[in-house]
């Protein structure tokens, strides 16, 4: 076996009449209709290049540093698609007679508009004859293309998808399996294959779990063809685009699929739900207004600043209370109106979300009272902090990873100071009080450039029909 090896084509990026060029056009969405085209969506220059140059070879990489497959040594003939999603994708004749070759998966990549600034969507169009996807599309919303991290990791999500991730071949796959009475749910999907219960069994550090959980909220797209973001929220196939670790459980599901071989040691570690316990996949995540898990879920609003779980900003508990009693099962405090978002995919339980103008890389300053904000800060917890105008709680701070060692520089001091897991830093200048809690290596140094967004990555996914099994006609020839 070796790396998965990509392709990708590249007409519908190439001709004008698929996308937008002007505003006021209206072009092709790629899923059947049409939308207006605005500003954000013209397709320039810089944007074809970052899609191009900078977020499909850096998304591509993180699957081929990945997973290993068997590498396809003839020319794959493409079907000619008369209806649904793959039928709206520009493919040269050649590729139905002569067919392609040179690589293990084959991407069409497109630009049109998408709505609610989806940044990407795809999925797989064909499979090879034992079942593995082969053909696939992506469309990418040039509103929201950024040459950032976020997009790279968003980017891998849908590749993700495209390769296998997606429930129809998780099903396929006799992967699949349903789970009754969890957490006051009448049944939940989970992902019972060998290889993903021993990871999931690793990553929460309980010996009795069968599976890693399926996403049941959201459309079509979102439910079941991502991990459940309660239990996973910043992993990468989590259905609310965030941080977007690469763990071991998408490495192990994918490794599942019978197509791929993970390649461990390569996979990323995620502090959400680590080495949690079992109480975390079966109980509530709150029980009469208390966590087991303050880390992970909060319980009230303090007022103060609070570290979203990704390290990325400030943000607040969000608690809400409904104008009727929530469901059994999202019942958390002992007002049973009260509980978390129900547009966030964690199932009403409360968690710190970021403001919008709160993000440790480019947010407002003048509203972070004692952060410094800067494309290498990352949110810190505070102990006591407290500045001129009073408590201040968690702050964002400047963030070197260099030799393996977290340094930090503070809001009105620029010293780097080193600041090992476990320990402190009380800082001066500005502060009058308080400490800054020196973080795990591995929550702010695996992934650092800034990311922004949050959007649902695959809502455009409800749309798409069931991928119908093609099987490739292949030539096996020589590739020279």
């Known amino acids: 076996m070796a790396p998965i090896r990509f392709r990708v084509f590249t007409e519908d990026l190439n001709e004008p009449s698929k996308h937008c060029t002007a505003e006021k056009q209206f ?46 040594t003839g020319r794959v003939i493409v079907p000619r698609y008369s209806s649904g999603v793959c039928a709206q994708f520009t493919i040269p004749s050649s590729h139905h007679t002569e067919g392609v070759f040179g690589a293990d998966m084959y991407l069409y990549v497109s630009a049109g508009p998408t709505q609610y600034s ?24 040039p509103s929201s293309v950024t040459n950032s991290e976020h997009s790279v990791r968003v980017s891998a999500h849908e590749v993700a998808h495209a390769i296998g991730f997606s429930v129809w071949l998780l099903k396929e ?33 309980c010996v009795n779990a069968t599976g890693m959980e399926l996403e049941d909220e959201g459309g079509e797209g979102t439910a ?153 800060s990352k949110c810190l917890k505070g102990d006591g902090l407290v500045d001129f105008m009073g408590r201040i709680g968690d702050v964002c701070a400047e963030v070197s990873c260099e030799k393996g060692e977290v340094s930090v520089r503070y809001l009105g001091d620029d010293t780097w100071r080193q600041c090992p897991e476990g320990s402190s830093i009380t800082p001066t200048g500005l502060f009058t009080g308080g400490k800054i809690l020196c973080p795990k290596y591995d929550d702010v140094c695996i992934i650092f450039d800034p990311l922004r967004g949050g959007g649902d990555v695959s809502s455009l996914l409800s749309v798409f029909p069931s991928i119908s099994v093609i099987l490739l006609v292949f030539i096996f020839i020589s590739m020279y």
């Open 173 to 205: 796959r006799n992967m699949l399996q349903e789970v009754l009475n969890v957490r006051g749910k009448a049944k939940v999907l989970q992902v019972s294959s060998s290889k993903t219960v021993e990871k999931t069994r690793e990553h929460f550090n």
């Open 224 to 376: 079941s063809s991502h991990w459940e973001r309660r239990n996973a929220k910043d992993e990468l196939m989590a259905g609310i685009s965030g941080i977007g670790y690469y763990t071991s459980l998408t490495m192990a599901a994918l490794e599942d699929t019978g197509f791929y071989k993970a390649n461990w040691g390569t996979e990323e570690p995620m502090s959400w739900g680590n080495n949690s316990g079992c109480a975390l996949l079966t109980e509530k995540c709150l029980i009469n207004g208390v966590t087991k898990y303050p880390e992970m879920f909060c319980t009230a609003e303090t007022g103060l600043f609070l570290c979203t779980s990704d390290r990325l900003a400030l943000g607040y508990c969000t608690t809400y209370l409904y104008t009727a009693e929530l469901p059994q099962q999202y019942q958390y405090f002992s007002n049973l109106k009260l509980g978390g978002s129900a547009y966030a995919f964690m199932d009403l339980c409360p968690y710190v979300q970021p403001y919008s103008n709160t993000w440790c890389s480019n947010g407002e300053a003048s509203v972070m009272h004692g952060s410094r904000v800067g494309p290498r």
């Open 27 to 72: 072009r092709p969405d790629f899923i059947g209709g049409t939308l207006e085209c605005n500003k954000r969506d013209i397709l320039t220059k810089e944007k074809r290049s970052i899609i191009l140059n900078s977020l499909l070879p850096r998304a591509f990489r993180m699957h081929t540093d990945r997973l290993l497959v068997k590498p396809l």
């Open 118 to 141: 989806t940044l990407a969507w795809a999925t797989a169009c064909s499979q090879l004859t034992d079942g593995r996807p082969v053909v696939g599309v992506v469309n990418y919303g």
